[in-house]
């Protein structure tokens, strides 16, 4: 158990050190130039960074909880309601914000949807008494 | 974005990978289930606090109704329904990530990207990618879902200039996307989303339901990359972080099942494997007379043996006869025997599909074990007793370079010292190969509905 957690904090650490160098990359780019049109380069630093670390993660995954796996996955995909509530969140009414409020609900029936039935998959996994 | 903002989106996209990390063990998971709860719960309530965000209350109404058909769905399925269920949510991030896009597109000032009609040439590129990776999800996990469900024939459907069809439609949408980037017409905008929705149903369609396994993962990534697309068109390193991490699982996941079958990734998805048409290919007339046995000699020889391996296949999910199972299983460990369970990484109809129905089953974790921990185990075996499995321990795959299954890696029951085999039929498996195990010698048919035959042989272990 102790050895999980130390696991733990030294990934996290490392992934905060991605992170922070990640975002030293991008504050130099944005001292070059400035604008939407750095994010991209920035963005694929992060997103070639991140699918690292998922590489490394995802293999130490055990096998037998391959299910779950997809449940918390599933879920936290989900993260895309970020976007919708930024589309939704204006006062004014019109078509962007109908659009966001769909996205809303879809993103909300998954985040509870896959949380909920990978805490009641998990809760079912029992070691031998 | 804020300081404070961009650090909370870094503290959540933390909490993700640690409960992704928390999966390495089902002593951790738990934990790791509830770090990624408040991974999500700190990114709405940093994005609720966005001053751009205004209206409280529809948001809380479209949560509130998502919230409570999402729990009361997860609350209800039951555990065999699982991939469909999987499938179905899949599809809801694909059109989630859909109308986020839209919305991004009529009203860009929401998301800092210029006004309508001139959005910056980047984001129009990263939504529209965003738009047909979420669209090609919704669709085709859709169809997954129908397969699975059984709303749709689980046998692969194909026709002539398929593949063709498929390119000349991907080349269509890479077009459209350009045109769309130069023009920013909503015709277009719409075009895409239309050609990448037909797309999605004619990229599944050709596959086979038992390939399902390798689909449900893919589609998986899918959701993934059409997050982190999203995420670029927001600037957002939270969603592109998120979108790597769950992308990069449902790739690996499909690679692992893609190994489990000895196929690649492009055979599976070419389709056409399995279903009908295979198991007319290979059904050469066998004419040899397999054992027949009952469930009473079989539970008198499961009784009088020290070790018992339990190989499960997706028939024991379609019959619902893990609770029998277990029982049946505890009896026998009452008798003295050691009891173990040998799954297949192909297993069921998801990757560690078996593993949550034995556990579903109060089967505890220990006892089930993996294709390389438990394979070498069977030739001191006395008993392996195959429910609802069949091509998983076929020896072809070993021996008959012809073979569909060549290649496959399989678990040897046929290296134990008793064989039992519960099955409806003699039809042979997914891949349409006879499987020569039947007409050994140690080897006993039980035929039957897989519950059915359990539940027997708990009457004759009782007696």
């Known amino acids: 158990m102790s050895e999980i957690s130390n696991q733990l904090e030294s990934l996290s650490y490392k992934a905060q050190q991605i992170a922070n160098e990640a975002s030293q990359l991008a504050s130099s780019v944005a001292e070059t130039s400035g604008g939407h049109s750095d994010f991209i380069i920035f963005g694929i630093t992060v997103l070639v960074l991140a699918c690292f670390v998922g590489y490394y993660v995802v293999w130490s995954v055990t096998p037998a909880l391959h299910s779950p796996l997809m449940g918390v996955t599933n879920a936290i995909s989900s993260v895309i309601i970020v976007g919708a509530l930024l589309a939704a969140g204006p006062v004014d009414s019109n078509i962007s914000k109908y659009f966001g409020l769909v996205a809303v609900t879809l993103a909300a029936v998954n985040i509870f949807g896959g949380f909920v039935v990978t805490n009641r998959m998990l809760s079912m996994f029992k070691k031998k008494q | ?463």
């Open chain 2, 1 to 463: 974005m804020s300081t404070l903002t961009t650090a909370a989106y870094l503290v959540s996209s933390v909490l993700f990978i640690l409960s992704l990390r928390g999966l390495s063990h089902p002593s951790t998971a738990r934990r790791g289930n509830f770090l990624g709860i408040l991974g999500m719960t700190i990114a709405i309530v940093t994005t609720l606090s966005n001053p751009g965000v205004l209206s409280y209350k529809e948001i809380g109404i479209a949560f509130l109704i998502g919230g409570l058909i999402g729990t009361s769905i997860a609350v209800k399925i039951q555990m065999t329904a699982l991939p469909q269920l999987v499938a179905a949510f899949h599809s809801l991030v694909g059109l989630a990530a859909v109308f986020v896009a839209a919305s991004a597109y009529y009203n860009p000032s929401a998301f800092n990207i210029g006004t309508v009609g001139s959005i910056p040439m980047g984001s129009l590129i990263e939504m529209s990618i965003g738009t047909a990776i979420g669209a090609v999800t919704f669709t085709g996990s859709i169809i997954a879902f129908g397969k699975l469900q059984g709303f749709v024939s689980g046998n692969p459907l194909v026709f002539k200039g398929q593949h063709f069809i498929n390119l000349l439609l991907g080349l269509g949408i890479i077009a459209l996307i350009v045109k769309f980037c130069i023009d920013q017409n909503q015709e277009l905008f719409w075009l895409i989303v239309f050609a990448s929705f037909v797309i999605g149903v004619l990229l599944i369609v050709p596959i086979g339901g038992a390939d399902m396994p390798v689909i449900v993962s893919m589609l998986n990534s899918y959701s993934g990359w059409a997050a982190a697309g999203i995420g670029f068109t927001l600037s957002n390193n939270l969603l592109i972080i998120t979108g790597a991490l769950v992308g990069s699982s449902g790739a690996i996941l499909s690679y692992i099942m893609c190994k489990g079958m000895n196929r690649s990734f492009l055979n599976v998805l070419l389709g056409g494997f399995g279903g009908e048409q295979a198991a007319s290919a290979g059904g050469v007339k066998d004419d040899r007379q397999a054992k027949q046995g009952n469930a009473a000699d079989a539970a008198f020889m499961m009784k009088n043996s020290k070790t018992i391996i339990i190989v499960p296949g997706y028939g024991m999910a379609v019959a619902q006869a893990q609770h029998a199972l277990r029982e049946m299983g505890d009896l026998l460990k009452a008798a003295g025997a050691e009891v173990r369970y040998a799954i297949h990484p192909v297993a069921g109809r998801m990757p560690g599909h078996m593993n949550v129905l034995l556990a579903e089953a109060n089967v505890p974790y220990d006892e089930v074990l993996e294709l390389d921990e438990i394979n070498r185990d069977f030739s001191e075996t006395d008993v392996a007793f195959v429910i609802g499995a069949n091509d998983v321990t076929n020896p072809a795959a070993k021996t008959d370079k012809t073979s569909a299954i060549y290649g496959m890696p399989i678990l040897d029951v046929e290296n134990a010292g008793q064989l039992f085999f519960v099955k409806r039929g003699m039809a042979s498996g997914y891949a349409g190969v006879q499987n020569e195990l039947f007409f050994r010698d140690n080897t006993l048919m039980l035929f039957g509905d897989a519950k059915k035959v359990c539940e027997d042989i708990i009457k004759g272990l009782e007696n």
